[in-house]
């Protein structure tokens, strides 16, 4: 298994890998080293009463302690056996019995250089949470752009009735995600009920949801990138993809095409995207992340024209599901836990 790479359920999958356990299976509670009666969970989840009933039961009888990332003290670090929910890293090296670091987040970067999550820790993250609400924020940010919906709601702030002229579909459009994941798949599955034609991209294409019609490794981007009418990002942040979207990438696109980043900011060379705008070459943008966030007042993108840009909300808890799905998988994570067993969206560290 690649360092880094989280261990998803095979069931969204069309072509599903030979099943691979943790080499060393977490310790069950019961043989944790106990320093009290009970196992301490550290939860800084923004949970409700349903929420806390799940957990609770999940774990009977450990004990539970309910605060937020914030609010969370050293000494309750320090002392959690459990912590469910995404932390200051620099707040790990208080942890002298970590169990399990449970991120509320798809995203685990920040967490896996050497030192930062004890060694005798098992850490995972939320892959599979975010699918809906990512997806669903991103497919409307991009229809916005291809119906001319922005530029509508600038008319009217100005009282001023205009056509703006001809306008897209996604019936038979070619679609290009990169980063054919849990969120990359939801994408996917709404641009094909629209009718649109939907290829991949992604470092293993030998495994990918079932809802694409084909599916490329990298070596494919920019014959691929030539075909698509629209290009959707759900890619990590990595080495090989900080910076991808560059000039050459921009350039490689199909004159008038359409693209959107729901993944990482530092996939974009913002003045490369920028200047394919302002060239006319690309029809529109719309992203929900950039880099640096909080986008400074001066960057270029605010201005660049048919560009379209969210505060990076898609994948917070706007959306109820998303804090239902997430507390369902640390739940999820406590039993497999007590039970030795592999964790769902395990990363090697």
Not at 62 to 86: H, K, M, N, P, W
Request: some cysteine.
């Amino acid at each position: 298994m690649l360092t880094g790479t989280p261990v998803l359920h095979p069931a969204f999958y069309l072509n599903v890998l030979p099943d691979k356990t943790c080499q060393n299976k977490p310790v069950p509670f019961w043989q944790v080293e106990r320093r009290g009666l009970l196992v301490n969970i550290l939860v800084l989840l923004p949970v409700n009463d349903r929420h806390r009933a799940i957990l609770e039961s999940s774990a009977p009888g450990e004990d539970f302690i309910y605060t937020s990332a914030d609010a969370a003290t050293r000494e309750q670090v320090a002392d959690a056996d459990v912590i469910l929910g995404s932390i200051d890293p620099d707040m790990l090296t208080a942890c002298e019995h970590l169990q399990l670091l449970q991120l509320q987040t798809a995203g685990y970067d920040d967490y896996l250089a050497a030192g930062t999550v004890p060694a005798n820790a098992k850490l995972s993250c939320s892959v599979g949470a975010y699918g809906q609400a990512v997806s669903e924020h991103m497919f409307a940010m991009v229809l916005s752009m291809m119906k001319r919906l922005p530029g509508y709601q600038d008319l009217q702030r100005e009282h001023r009735w205009e056509d703006l002229g001809p306008v897209t579909s996604l019936r038979n459009a070619n679609v290009l995600v990169l980063g054919a994941g849990d969120i990359g798949g939801h994408f996917a599955t709404l641009c094909r009920s629209m009718g649109a034609h939907v290829r991949g991209i992604k470092r293993h294409p030998l495994v990918y949801p079932i809802v694409f019609e084909d599916m490329d490794g990298m070596d494919a981007l920019s014959e691929r990138l030539a075909e698509a009418d629209i290009v959707a990002s759900f890619m990590p942040s990595t080495p090989e993809t900080r910076g991808l979207a560059n000039a050459e990438f921009f350039a490689a696109m199909k004159p008038g095409a359409f693209f959107a980043n729901g993944g990482r900011g530092d996939l974009v060379v913002a003045d490369d995207l920028v200047a394919a705008l302002e060239s006319g070459h690309l029809a529109g943008a719309a992203v929900d992340v950039t880099d640096p966030e909080p986008l400074p007042e001066t960057s270029p993108l605010w201005d660049a024209p048919n560009m379209l840009i969210s505060p990076h909300v898609s994948g917070w808890f706007h959306l109820a599901a998303t804090l239902n799905n997430v507390v369902d998988i640390a739940a999820e994570n406590l039993r497999h836990l007590q039970a030795g067993e592999t964790l769902r969206c395990w990363i090697e560290h």
